[in-house]
Every structure is written in structure tokens, then in C-alpha cells.
């Protein structure tokens, strides 16, 4: 992975909560976080005495090579979404400038818990879809804003293998949202993504349960659905 195809993006653990219908017993569980990236999921678990491990091959990098990526990215994404004002519903965040000022905020928490968390294990680089962790060693997997955003980059093998691992890792995982991103990996004019249906036949035909359920989140407009999937029985 280069630095310069990364578009570090983070979202906080409010999101994410909403994001993934995470109940209080969620949160007490070993989670794994996906594609984590930049976002202060971890950060803000580990504040609250919750254990969360992110990975991503953006770990690979130093806070302040991420930081500079960040500030590099941060005003053409902005410019990007208020660009396309339309594709999202501003009912939580109001406007791009709150929003703005959330996505620093969450930056700004995973930049300082980073170097901390890397010496103790919560971030480790590793990308989908084979991911440095034995078989069951979390209860659940969640990956935001990555499989089913880049479905134009990423092919339905690589979705489905990619849930498949997450489901070798853990007992439960968990994606959001189901749409492909037209503005970088934030959203805007989100579609369907064309690989959702036969991932889900996928993991049927393989014996998992796969369903689709709607959650209390919704950003990029018609986003507001996430996929669970574990094993049958
Ligand atoms: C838009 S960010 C999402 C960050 C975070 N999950 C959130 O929602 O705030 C997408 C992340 O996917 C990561 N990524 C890219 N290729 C990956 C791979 N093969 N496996 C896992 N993550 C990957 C990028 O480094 C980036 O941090």
C-alpha cells in the first residue's frame, strides 16, 4: 500500500455504535475493527475500559506520515461533499462545517492513541482479505466504509472472501454501509452495490446466516443498512 492511495477518513465511536447496532453487551465483547484507519473507535473504547483491535495496512506508517496524508486529503474531501450536498442527510450533522470539525475530531484522537496503541496491540497493519489473527479470536468483526464502498475497485471475490476471513476470526461480523461511494470513501449519490446479492448467496450456499437490517445511522442518503453474517447452528 502506498500513502498517496489512502484517503484516511475516521469516524467516531458514536457512528460507529449507531453504525453497527452495537448494544452494551457489543461493547463488552473482543471486537476486531476492520479497515479501522484513522477513525477513534479504539481510541475512545479504550478511554471507556473497553478493548478494541484495529487493523489496517495504513498502520504501517508513522502518526505523523497519517497526519500529513490527512491534512493532504482533508479540504479536497470536504470540497468534494459540499460539492454533492444532496447525496447526504445532513439531519445529525447539520452541515459540512460540523461535520468537518467531527472527522477532525476523531483524526485528531486516533493520531494521539496510535503510537500508545501500536506498542500495546490494539493497532496492528494487516489488510484483508488475510487477516494476522488465529482462527475465533474475537467475537465480532465490523468493517466500516470499506467492502461494498469500493465496489468499483474491489471485485465480489474479493467481498467475499474478505467476510468469509472476517468470519475466521471472529463469531460474528458485521459491514455498513451496503452502498458504493461515488465522493472518495465517504459517500454521496450511493448505489446499491452490485455485490451485495451474490456475496449474501455466497455466504448462504457456504452455511452461514447473512441478513441485511436496518440501523439508527444514515449519512450518505439511502445508507442506513448494514449486513450481519455468522455461522449457521
Ligand atoms: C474510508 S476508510 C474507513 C475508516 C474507518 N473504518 C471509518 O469508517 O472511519 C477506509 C480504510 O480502508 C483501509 N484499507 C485499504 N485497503 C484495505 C485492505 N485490503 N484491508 C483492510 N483495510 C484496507 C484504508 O487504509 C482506510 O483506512
Known sequence: ???EDVVPWGRSKNEYTRMFGLTPRDLRASILDCAGGPSSFNAEMIREGYKVVSCDPLYRFSAGQISERVEEVFEPIMDGIRANETGFSWREMGSPERLGE???SAMDLFLQDFPPGLSEGRYVEGGLPTLPFDDGTFDLALCSHFLFTYSAQLSE???LASILEMCRVA???RVF???T???HAVGGEGQASPHLRPVVDGLRERGYE???EEVS???QKGGDEMLRVRRRG
Open 181 to 183: 461511494s461515488s465522493v
Open 102 to 104: 467531527v472527522r477532525r
Open 210 to 212: 447473512a441478513g441485511v
Open 157 to 159: 471475490g474479493f467481498h
Open 217 to 219: 445511522y444514515e449519512f
Open 171 to 173: 463469531e460474528e461480523a
Open 1 to 3: 500500500m502506498k500513502l
Open 177 to 179: 454501509p451496503l452502498l
